[in-house]
């Protein structure tokens, strides 16, 4: 990985440092760019716009690695409140969720996240939409399939996130590549140990090549997390080659990044769908974004020197 991106990561779980971002009046115009913002309001704005656009929305409540029961109560809180707001807004059947089992107690009490996750899969059912499992870093992915599992039973079409530098991921996706799932395919944004992930750039894609190949090839419904132009363009191929019709799989981009992109592949009739964070919790979902792209830090780095 680059020492740029490990250093950034590196960051992203340093006390000092989140504190001196949060307090500087700056770092909120810089945040804005990323996240939609800080209430529900703000979430279902920012969806409406996007939704009026031709895009459709995922939604992620902000917030990670809670370590106690009542943090995990009020995110759950929160994705219901959400939900029923968007549904108010007849907004719901262009937005699903995201959600990460760690922000509702994965890293204390698997079972409690199940229950968590529970909820606010049958609120997403009753306001006719779905939920899709982010992945964070590999210590957490064995436990989020098995809560997936368990979570299909009763709600089929819950779908979750696979990063393509995992070693183990093309498994993965031929395991979930079956009628009915749903997968979201990306790179991964965690610093992950050469033991379980692919190191080099080229490696990376390269597997994600492949795990594309497969998702397109099975029956499920594969979700395409990606602003890479090379990949896009590859899976628009593959997509022709699997006989793929717009509609039976879809792109999806983040927030702030690439619009202009995520705008044309909707006119050329694709299905893209923009992930869009919302909350007070931004720190670490702003650090991975910039560790990404030495171009938004340089971007970070102007606003917070006022120019
Ligand atoms: P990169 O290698 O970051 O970028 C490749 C190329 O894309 C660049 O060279 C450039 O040409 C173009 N590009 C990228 N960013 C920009 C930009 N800002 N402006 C212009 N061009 C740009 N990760 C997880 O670990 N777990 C998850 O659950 C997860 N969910 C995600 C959901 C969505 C919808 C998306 C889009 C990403 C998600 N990610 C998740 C993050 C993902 O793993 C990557 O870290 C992130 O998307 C960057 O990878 P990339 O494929 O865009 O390629």
Redesign the pocket.
Known sequence: MNPLRTLILAAADNATVKQVLATAPVSRAVVRRFVAGETTPDAVRATGELVGEGLAV?LDYLGEHTTDRALAEETVRSYLQLLDALHAAALSDRAEV?L?LSAVGQEFDEKLALDNASRVCAAAEQCGTTV??????HNTTESTLRVLAELRRTWPSVGV?L???LRRTLDDCRELATAGSRV?L?????AEPEAVAYFG?HE??RN?VRCANVLLAGAGYP?F???????IRIIAERARWYDRRPGSFEY???Y???PE?QRRLSLSGHTV???VPYGVQWYGYLM??LA??P??MAFFLRAVAGR
């Open positions: 995922t995201s990460k899709t499992l982010d992945m964070e870093d996130a990063q393509a530098y979201r990306c790179k991964g944004a965690y750039r990376v894609d994600f979700m997390a990606t602003h890479d132009p090379v990949l999806q981009m983040l702030g990044v690439r992109e769908r923009v992930y991975r974004r990404e792209r171009a938004n």
